[in-house]
């Protein structure tokens, strides 16, 4: 499925920053990709768990944001996350998938999962999130 451009705002500083992109994004459901780059990796030379978490947070909250509509912004905030971190990527692209799994008018609750190019799922994450009103 192909990303439709009209649909997205300009990036944000951070994904410029990071490089992140947004590939697949519907009704419930998102994807990001990351192609892994030296300035991502700690210490130890893997990325950091930091950036694991903003790509499951980046998943989720786009996940539960979908209008179909380029004119009509939805967002929300993030109240809770929890990040598991169960391996170390092998290749050379993160891939996030976001499902919203539930909720209501005002809130959201969200799951997502995080892989290497590879297939090896590296962390995984639950959330919950709060829509914005204006003003």
Not at 16 to 38: D, N
Not at 104 to 120: C, Q, V
Request: hydrophobic share 40%; with cysteine.
């Amino acid at each position: 499925m192909t990303l439709d451009p009209k649909l997205l705002a300009p990036p944000s500083a951070i994904q410029e920053h990071i490089g992140y992109s947004l590939v697949e994004w519907r009704e419930g459901y998102c994807k990001v990709h990351l192609p892994l780059q030296p300035q991502l990796l700690n210490r130890q030379g893997i990325p950091h768990g930091g950036i694991y978490a903003m790509l499951l947070d980046t998943a989720m909250g786009y996940a539960g944001c979908f209008s179909g509509d380029g004119n009509v912004q939805i967002l929300a905030l993030t109240i809770n996350m929890s990040v598991n971190f169960v391996g170390q990527p092998k290749g050379t692209l993160l891939i996030a998938d976001g499902w919203k799994t539930g909720g209501g008018r005002k809130t959201y609750f969200a799951e997502a999962k995080l892989h290497d190019d590879t297939g090896l799922l590296v962390a995984t994450s639950t959330g919950v999130f709060r829509y914005r009103t204006s003003g």
